[in-house]
């Protein structure tokens, strides 16, 4: 899936950020890559090693990866909703209020990287599912107008901020 173009997203820092590659990148292998980046981070832990905040009143790294998840599960939502023609404007979301209510700190680390691996999978094999037609859908997201294709590179480019975060923030704290 080529990278989204200027119209089909707003002008805005947010979507500036995650929305920045290199011309060359291909979206299946990036999401793989940082599948694998994280899955290398979280091999190398010691145990207890992932519930570590940074600062106070930042995430654990579990936390974190569970951030990751729902984020996924949400931003493809969005993307199979506006692919399948949906009219009605997609909500935004609190993170903060869907972390105080996830309850993944109290949840096993290997169930939540489970958990991890089956949405980045499930992701993978939907935005392969998309034709170019459906990619270049536009619906309303978060008050946003947006293609499927810019969403389904957001989900890359969230994840790359965030794994800028853990090298620079969390693995400071594991050396």
Not at 120 to 138: D, E, H, V
């Amino acid at each position: 899936m080529r990278q989204p173009e200027p119209y089909e997203y707003p002008n805005s820092r947010y979507f500036a950020e995650y929305l920045n590659f290199e011309a060359e990148e291909v979206l299946i292998e990036l999401l793989k890559n940082q599948e694998n980046q994280v899955r290398d981070v979280c091999q190398k832990l010691t145990k207890g090693q992932e519930n570590v905040f940074y600062a106070p009143g930042k995430w654990s790294l579990k936390q974190l990866i569970g951030h990751l998840i729902d984020t996924e599960r949400i931003f493809t939502y969005r993307a199979l909703a506006i692919s399948r023609g949906e009219r009605q404007a997609l909500p935004g979301y609190d993170e903060d209020a869907y972390q105080s209510h996830s309850q993944y700190e109290s949840q096993d680390f290997e169930d939540v990287l489970t958990q991890y691996h089956h949405v980045r999978q499930a992701s993978i094999s939907l935005i392969q599912s998309f034709s170019p037609n459906q990619a270049n859908q536009i619906g309303n997201a978060n008050g946003h107008q947006v293609s499927v294709r810019a969403i389904c590179w957001m989900i890359a480019g969230h994840e790359k901020h965030h794994l800028s975060i853990i090298n620079e923030r969390y693995l400071p704290h594991f050396l």
